[in-house]
T-cell receptor
Framework: EAGVTQFPSHSVIEKGQTVTLRCDPI?????LYWYRRVMGKEIKFLLH????????ESGMPNNRFLAERTGGTYSTLKVQPAELEDSGVYFC???????????FGSGTRLTVV | KQEVTQIPAALSVPEGENLVLNCSFT??????LQWFRQDPGKGLTSLLL?????REQTSGRLNASLDKSSGRSTLYIAASQPGDSATYLC??????????FGQGTRLTINP
């Protein structure tokens, strides 16, 4: 079984540019999550999709972040325009549902300079 | 607001020792608790998942316990090996399917 795949693994962009991160969940997992870890802090929730619908986006920092999940399959997280404080590691996870545990991807390390 | 604390922040022990990592959480209304390991520059690898109705889970040399009433979980690693060196994270799942993470314990096993 393929795991959760994220790309790119690293991205370095200049302040003000746009970056799009992609996540391919485990096939058949309706639940897809985005989390973020910024330097020195714990990993924090960003948002949760159930199939193609946003179930909870209470963790999204501001309206510069836009997440989509096309047809309930892969998801993208776009940051536009990027700011210095957006630097960190962005993790994607998928799950069959409550009680099944989460499977995380390897993360995308975003550096905004 | 759920808070998760992991103690110690870092731990260094010689190979072969048994060790315990601690995790505490402030709100006992959780669905489950999951332990992960993270190797440098890598993603999170799930180690053990304990449902709220369970007291412990075991996998190989790892044993995790859960005491909801006191808001504590421990991860016991037996006969530690250099390959166990990593950051260990605990996370609790609350309503709305949000995982709340601790800051992690950075473990170093010295050969």
């Amino acid at each position: 079984e393929a795991g959760v795949t994220q790309f790119p693994s690293h991205s370095v962009i200049e302040k003000g540019q746009t970056v799009t991160l992609r996540c391919d969940p485990i096939s058949g997992h309706d639940n897809l999550y985005w989390y973020r870890r910024v330097m020195g802090k714990e990993i924090k929730f960003l948002l949760h999709f159930v199939k193609e619908s946003k179930q909870d986006e209470s963790g999204m920092p501001n309206n510069r972040f836009l997440a989509e999940r096309t047809g309930g399959t892969y998801s993208t997280l776009k940051v536009q325009p990027a700011e210095l404080e957006d630097s960190g590691v962005y993790f994607c996870a998928s799950s069959q549902g409550v009680g099944y545990g989460y499977t995380f991807g390897s993360g995308t390390r975003l550096t905004v300079v | 607001k759920q808070e998760v604390t992991q103690i110690p922040a870092a731990l260094s022990v010689p190979e072969g020792e048994n060790l315990v990592l601690n995790c505490s959480f402030t709100d006992s209304a959780i669905y489950n608790l999951q332990w992960f390991r993270q190797d440098p520059g890598k993603g999170l690898t799930s180690l053990l998942l304990i449902q709220s109705s369970q007291r412990e889970q075991t996998s190989g040399r790892l044993n995790a316990s859960l005491d909801k009433s006191s808001g504590r979980s421990t991860l016991y690693i037996a006969a530690s090996q250099p390959g166990d060196s990593a950051t260990y994270l605990c996370a609790v799942l609350r309503g709305a399917q949000k995982l709340v993470f601790g800051q992690g314990t950075r473990l170093t096993i010295n050969p």
